[in-house]
């Protein structure tokens, strides 16, 4: 004791953030959702329909100069501004965007 915690001001900002634009259009429906690994880094799973508006998002709130973390996302979506969060500039260091595979399987 005292417990340790790992999450710095980005991580609870990311935090906030998710439940924002969880709550953005007024209603319960879960478009993302997060967790942490044993350290600040957060993983993020988002509904197909929602991850070109959800990298839209990270985009806006968290511009960099890198431009491999942001290749995939084209326009932001005007509604962002009415979140009430700050921009945190290069903080972003990378974006892995992956899909649930087929399963397990039996190599020989």
């Known amino acids: 004791y005292p417990p340790v915690i790992y999450l710095n001001e980005q991580s609870k900002h990311l935090i906030d953030l998710v439940h924002a634009y969880n709550h953005m259009d007024g209603n319960q429906i879960m478009k993302v959702a997060y967790t942490f690994d044993a350290g600040p880094n957060p993983f993020c799973f988002i509904r197909q329909e929602h991850v070109d508006e959800f990298l839209s998002l990270l ?25 009430n969060l700050s921009i945190m500039p290069n903080v972003l260091e990378r974006i892995v965007l992956t899909k649930i595979g087929t399963g397990p399987k039996i190599i020989s």
Do not use: A, E, R
């Open 59 to 83: 985009k806006y709130f968290y511009p960099t100069m890198n431009d491999d973390v942001h290749k995939q996302v084209s326009n932001i979506d005007k509604k962002f501004p009415s979140i």
